[in-house]
């Protein structure tokens, strides 16, 4: 059974503080992402990953950073934790080439307060 | 970009079929349609996808218009377990080779016992 696993369901931090959210794969997939869910906003993308030591910005990477040192480990960062990166974040993976399925894992609540 | 159109919401009796649709007018020639559903505090899951023929799998089907600018992804006996909010997602070209899957806000079902 494929998984992509994430390292915290919860996490409470405060304002300022530097946080790491780490997401592993299991699939030998090429491509992983970042997501943040919001109500009413929907899933937006914040980074993503298509190898090893690449990264590319998606629709809202202000506030935040990636490392992607090894295939299977994908890191979100945020360097100074603020209010408003209060949300549901999301890793998930994907295959190479068509249809391009992609694998969620269950996601971190973060709460910065 | 190729953008979907669904209803907010829908409600359903258990075990009867359900039809979720997807309006996108705006489709290109080469975009695949794919349908994730995202279960209450889970991360969003792979149900179906196509291109241009009707699909079937164990999860739904996916009927696609001829002229492709709409679809219904159809559950053919509703269970309480399919209450979640189903996307229905074109492929986005923008990343270039990342070829992304954009949310948006999707149709939440409800399912009546």
């Known amino acids: 059974d494929v998984k992509v696993t994430q390292s915290s369901r919860y996490l409470v931090k405060r304002t300022g503080e530097k946080v790491f959210l780490e997401c592993v794969q299991d699939m030998d997939h090429e491509n992983m992402f970042w997501y943040r869910q919001d109500p009413g906003l929907g899933l937006r993308l914040i980074y993503f990953?298509?190898?090893?030591?690449?990264?590319e910005k998606g629709d809202i990477p202000e506030g935040y950073s990636v490392s992607r040192e090894k295939k299977e480990r994908f890191s979100l960062i945020l360097e100074s934790a603020s209010t408003n990166q209060t949300s549901m974040y999301l890793c998930?993976?994907?295959?190479?080439?068509?249809?391009?399925?992609?694998?969620f894992g269950p996601g971190t609540r973060l709460t910065v307060t | 970009d190729a953008k979907t159109t669904q209803p907010n919401s829908m409600e359903s009796n258990e075990e009867e079929p359900v039809h979720l649709p997807c309006n996108h007018s705006?489709?290109?020639?080469?975009?695949?349609i794919h349908w994730y559903r995202q279960l209450p505090s889970q991360g969003p899951e792979y149900v179906i996808h196509?291109?241009?023929s009707n699909v079937n799998n164990r999860m739904a089907s996916l009927a696609i218009a001829e002229d492709r600018k709409s679809s219904t992804l159809i559950l053919h006996r509703a269970t309480l377990r399919d209450a979640a909010v189903y996307y229905c997602?074109?492929?986005?070209?923008?990343?270039?080779?990342?070829?992304?899957?954009?949310f948006g806000g999707g149709t939440r079902l409800m399912v009546k016992p």
């Open positions: 997602i074109l492929r986005d070209k923008r990343y270039g080779a990342g070829n992304m899957l954009t």
């Open positions: 705006t489709i290109s020639g080469t975009d695949y």
């Open positions: 196509g291109l241009t």
């Open positions: 998930a993976s994907r295959t190479t080439g068509l249809p391009y399925e992609q694998y």
């Open positions: 990953s298509y190898d090893v030591k690449m990264k």
